[in-house]
T-cell receptor
Framework: QKEVEQNSGPLSVPEGAIASLNCTYSDRGSQSFFWYRQYSGKSPELIMFIYSNGDKEDGRFTAQLNKASQYVSLLIRDSQPSDSATYLCAVKVFTSYDKVIFGPGTSLSVIP | GAVVSQHPSWVICKSGTSVKIECRSLDFQATTMFWYRQFPKQSLMLMATSNEGSKATYEQGVEKDKFLINHASLTLSTLTVTSAHPEDSSFYIC????????????FGPGTRLTVL
């Protein structure tokens, strides 16, 4: 069973701080990793994807990937109350076909 | 951008009836579409994967005769919940994979199904 694990939270950070979200995955062969943001009652929206080891930055967001440790993280700098949402880590896995499976999500609350 | 629409956005039906949900990729061709279900406070659970012109691949535990999926074109997939029951009440979300090297998935806005 290929799994994606996240701390469910809630994670609370003050406005302006750095929020750090973590994710581990079980399929060592995974190559593609995604972070989605989901507001309550809405569908997920893609924030970032990462394929290579190291960091990938996009505005206030930085995704970090360490394939040896099977670990991917998302850093949110200068957190804003509007960042309060559930963040879903997703991993593309291969069975007889490729598919994306999601972690349980981490709830983030940014306190003004 | 990559826009995926779903229709209807919400539906309430009586137990025993069937409900069809449409998923469309509006500005790109989707080689693969996915159907997810999400219960309150839980993550997305993949129900099935459908490729245009072929039968859908269902995840373990998902009844293919109950959740009928048709992927008639590169821009349209439908999910029909047959003989719906209250336990089928959930948030159904489709996503479409954009053709290309990144294989990103873009999600529709979801359909909230309530079965009375």
């Amino acid at each position: 069973q290929k799994e994606v694990e996240q701390n469910s939270g809630p994670l609370s950070v003050p406005e302006g701080a750095i929020a750090s979200l973590n994710c581990t995955y079980s399929d060592r062969g995974s190559q593609s990793f995604f972070w989605y943001r989901q507001y309550s009652g809405k569908s997920p929206e893609l924030i970032m994807f990462i394929y290579s080891n190291g960091d990938k930055e996009d505005g206030r967001f930085t995704a970090q990937l360490n394939k040896a440790s099977q670990y991917v993280s998302l850093l949110i700098r200068d957190s804003q109350p509007s960042d309060s949402a559930t963040y879903l880590c997703a991993v593309k896995v291969f069975t007889s076909y490729d598919k994306v499976i999601f972690g349980p999500g981490t709830s983030l609350s940014v306190i003004p | 951008g990559a826009v995926v629409s779903q229709h209807p956005s919400w539906v309430i039906c009586k137990s025993g009836t069937s409900v069809k949900i449409e998923c469309r990729s509006l500005d790109f061709q989707a080689t693969t579409m996915f159907w997810y279900r999400q219960f309150p406070k839980q993550s997305l659970m993949l129900m099935a994967t459908s490729n245009e012109g072929s039968k859908a691949t269902y995840e373990q535990g998902v009844e293919k005769d109950k959740f009928l999926i048709n992927h008639a074109s590169l821009t349209l997939s439908t999910l029909t919940v047959t003989s719906a029951h209250p336990e089928d009440s959930s948030f159904y979300i489709c996503s479409a994979r954009k053709r290309g090297p990144t294989n990103e998935q873009f999600f529709g806005p979801g359909t909230r199904l309530t079965v009375l």
